[in-house]
């Protein structure tokens, strides 16, 4: 797929989309306009078993509502000891209406009887990302990062999980304790967008 000259970020999370254009704009330069969901586009119901499913149902419903070429995200967190939980119902996982402050809560309250070196504590942040364009063509790319789960919150910077989740790659901090460009040169997130913009056809 050629690289169109605009790109519209179907994310909703106002974090998620300015983690979004920040990698992507690093990746690409100034190659492509990135451009927030317009505010007439309603959300998509996020009903899929999967990632990939959940990243392409906002891809297709936000290209077929603008006529422009668009790309959504889905992502989340896994836990070995939760069976692979929260998954795609990070957002969710304390409800419908939680917040990230909420979802932390209860993600340490479920783990709360396992010790710092306990391997139900292994984790990993999955990130599947895909781009449709008008005439029908899609790209998709994914990415994921291995960790643990702190016992407690640590750092102020970034959203969701970030407080909680320590990756192997980094050095003990966890991502809320990484500046952002930190965090993007390991993050699930990063590498998805790292390996989508090696997909596209540079004009």
Sequence with gaps: MRLPSKLLLASANPAKARELAEVLAARLGGDVE???RPADVPEVAEDQPDFEGNARLKAVALCGATGQAAL???S????DALDGRPGVRSARFAGESADDAANVSKLLSELGELGAGDPGRRARFRCVIVVVAPDGGELVASGTVEGTIAAQQ????GFGYDPVFVPDD???RTFAEMTSDEKHSIS???RALSELAGQFTIP
């Design 188 to 190: 699930h997130r990063g």
């Design 72 to 74: 959504a995200d889905d």
């Design 34 to 36: 990135l451009v927030p």
């Design 76 to 79: 989340g967190l896994e836990v």
């Design 154 to 157: 640590r750092g102020e910077s």
């Design 170 to 172: 980094g050095d003990g």
